[in-house]
């Protein structure tokens, strides 16, 4: 199985904002771009890109979701002078979240949204070597505030238990901090933040009491790649949870969280120069909720 990819609503800026992403992580790339046709917003653009070996996907589809820091992209840096210089080119048109400055979980830390709203928490990890350089964190907020612990493990026992074809790749949990009494209005032993593998890819996840006037949406949603119908059938069982968002391969879970389940084939269907081919692709997966294989291809080959 392919690896959960975060994909990000733009208005328009999709192709701007993945080069100007690539241009911050050395061996990244851009590795694929294509404009839908006769979808409800218009023509699209699509873009998929990787940084720091993690894949990406944005897409240009109207102002309908803006990007909040209920879900950040975490950056790991070995030093402290790594940290300036991301914080330093991250910076400029954006928005201080977090002042840049030492704190007892990191020596340089700071969070912020860059140009684009998209917010990042860039942090020194000190002695701890960097594996995934890039990690999605989710904030738990409003409703969902104190739930954080559940929801991991929920998402621990969906992909622990999807069929063969989805199990490669290991999941875990840890609970690195909480929150301790005095720090109201977080509630004693909730999550101040914690740690989580999905098919060996890191996650982050924390609850945050205090007002916000942001939750979970489809600004930012995690692409599901599935081999077999049998795949999305079993994810869009466990994870759907609201009919109204269903819709493309989308859906919400039980949690808000926007998630994609789509086939590993989909970039193949949609690639290439026959446009009568991606135009009846497009068409057909725009009238269903959730996906199938079978159709897509039918419609492929006319």
């Known amino acids: 199985m392919q690896k959960i990819t ?31 046709s006769g979808t409800p917003s218009g023509d699209c653009e699509v873009v998929s890109f990787q940084l720091a070996g993690m894949p990406f996907m944005a897409i240009s589809a109207g102002p309908f979701f803006k990007f909040n820091p209920s879900v950040s ?34 020596e340089r830390y700071g969070w912020l949204e860059d140009r684009y709203g998209l917010s990042w928490q860039v942090m020194h990890t000190g002695e701890n070597s960097v594996g995934q350089r890039i990690t999605p964190v989710l904030m738990f907020v409003g409703d969902v505030c104190g739930k954080t612990e559940d929801a991991i493990n929920f998402y621990l026992s969906v992909f622990k238990s999807a069929p063969d074809g989805a199990r490669k790749g290991g ?88 998630w994609q389940i789509t086939p590993s084939v989909m970039q193949e269907l949609l690639g290439g120069d026959d446009k009568k081919r991606v135009e009846r692709v497009t068409q057909a997966f725009l009238k269903m909720k959730k996906l199938d294989i079978s159709a897509l291809k039918q419609a492929a080959a006319g």
């Open 171 to 258: 999941t875990s949990a840890e609970v690195l901090a909480r929150y301790p009494k005095g720090e109201e209005p977080d509630k004693e032993g909730t999550v101040r933040y914690a740690q989580f593998l999905l098919l060996n890819q890191e996650f982050g996840a924390m609850d945050s009491a205090r007002q916000h006037k942001f939750a979970f949406n489809e600004a930012i949603s995690f692409i599901v790649p599935c081999d077999t119908q049998e795949e999305i059938d079993y994810f869009w069982g466990k994870l759907s949870a609201d009919p109204k968002a269903e819709q493309c391969g989308w859906l919400k879970d039980k949690y808000g969280l926007s």
């Open 73 to 106: 992209f975490q950056i790991k840096c070995n030093t402290a002078a790594e940290v300036d210089a991301m914080w330093e080119q991250l910076s400029p048109g954006g928005k201080v979240l977090v002042p840049l400055g030492k704190y007892p979980f990191s």
């Open 6 to 36: 975060p994909h990000l609503w733009f208005d328009k800026q999709a192709r701007e904002a993945a080069g100007f992403y690539v241009s911050l992580f050395p061996g990244s790339k851009i590795t694929h771009a294509k404009t839908l």
